[in-house]
């Protein structure tokens, strides 16, 4: 029987661990655990993370939930907000990160209050019969599925829940075929060719399977501990006062949800009866061109207004290295059916969204990953050729 990890914590630094003989529930310090999640120091004049305004949904009854993934960046602030609302909250991951960090911001107290409840399955949801065997004995009412990629990792996860009562979905808008027509809706044609193909036949399975499902389908997300470069990428140049390179004409019009209103939106599908066998776009509520986004970061984190230069990406060979951290097109989704269905709008704006990321993340000298400039030296050295 695989065994719950508990993160029961007294104090924030020293604390003893409890262990009932009864009880499948061990202390963290038993968990093991290799490597380490962002390091994150924590200044205490920031101002105390919490979700941006007062709305707080909670389900009819307290729910037994399973995150599957969660100690990255969605599932973060997604697992704080479900288990503030009273819910016994389990993360299933490998354990090569710590389950429970203090977030950028947090005081003590909120910390020490969520790591001593949230709880740990760790396993490869690769392997199948493992999460079959782990979790038709642990029960879940509901499952948050926030790294599938594959219908076939999620055919077991049904086989053990037969009688759960939701599977809540991270999908993506990456699924729309590419379309002259925009903004995207829910009921636009998809591509089968997709990147993103096996999030589609994942929620043709959760539909053929006739399990209540409700699956999400963000933009690009941005906000504190993003691991993708979207607004980091622009941020590393404005710190070190490079032009930020864009390709083409620059006037491509793009769309970005804040991490922390995704995370809203998965627990307003929570127990929504609206919500039940339905997709929803979520991201912000506004739209922005490539050139209008590099100015909002170096607003958003007090920066001059940064030099612009133009490019076509066909004139260069970059080989396996990404030039610009966003698809080349008109790429937006409409969330006028979320706002409607499930009362849910965003709470961040693209400026004070991009200033919460920067001021509780990158201002704070943390980063997924270090500055590359080795294509803009391309670009910008072409350019330079060109001007002479």
């Not at 949904?57 to 993934?69: C, N, R, T, W």
């Not at 003590?108 to 065997?133: C, M, N, P, W």
């Not at 509520?285 to 940064?306: H, I, M, N, Q, W």
Request: glycine share 8%; charged share 25%.
């Amino acid at each position: 029987m695989a065994k719950l990890v508990a993160m029961q914590q007294l104090q924030p630094c020293h604390h003893i661990p409890l262990v009932s003989p009864s009880s499948s529930l061990l202390h963290s310090s038993l968990s093991e655990f290799s490597g380490t999640a962002v390091n994150i120091s924590i200044q205490k004049k920031r101002k105390v993370w919490q979700p941006k305004g007062a709305l707080h949904v909670k389900a009819s009854s307290a729910k037994k939930i399973l995150i599957m993934g969660g100690t990255r960046f969605i599932g973060v602030f997604l697992s704080r907000l479900l288990v503030k609302d009273g819910h016994q909250v389990t993360l299933f991951t490998r354990g090569k990160a710590p389950i429970s960090q203090q977030l950028p911001g947090e005081s003590d107290q909120e910390y020490a209050e969520f790591s001593s409840k949230i709880l740990h399955l760790k396993g490869d949801r690769k392997d199948f019969e493992f999460v079959k065997t782990s979790l038709a004995a642990n029960g879940f009412d509901v499952v948050y599925d926030i790294n599938g990629r594959e219908a076939v990792e999620v055919e077991p996860i049904l086989d053990a829940l037969p009688k759960m009562e939701q599977y809540i979905y991270c999908s993506s808008a990456g699924v729309y075929l590419k379309s002259d027509l925009l903004p995207h809706f829910e009921t636009d044609a998809v591509d089968p060719k997709s990147r993103h193909k096996g999030k589609l036949e994942t929620e043709s399975l959760l539909d053929s399977r006739g399990v209540n499902w409700t699956s999400l389908r963000p933009v690009y997300i941005y906000g504190p501990l993003n691991y993708n470069p979207v607004e980091e990428w622009f941020f590393h140049r404005l710190k070190a006062g490079r032009p930020i390179p864009v390709p083409n004409g620059g006037v491509q019009i793009t769309q970005l949800g804040h991490v922390k209103d995704l995370a809203r939106a998965f627990v307003m599908v929570l127990g929504n009866s609206k919500a039940s066998k339905q997709v929803y776009n979520i991201s912000g509520s506004k739209y922005v061109t490539f050139d209008g986004l590099a100015r909002a970061c170096a607003k958003a984190a007090g920066f001059p207004e940064p030099e612009i230069v133009h490019y076509n990406p066909k004139e260069f060979d970059f080989g396996k290295k990404k030039a610009f951290p966003f698809r080349d097109q008109h790429f937006f989704a409409s969330i006028e059916k979320a706002t409607r269905d499930l009362g849910w709008t965003p709470e961040f704006g693209l400026i004070d969204g991009l200033a919460d990321s920067y001021n509780l993340d990158f201002g704070r000298g943390t980063y997924r990953k270090p500055a590359d400039f080795s294509t803009d030296d391309m670009i910008l050295g072409k350019s330079l050729v060109l001007q002479s």
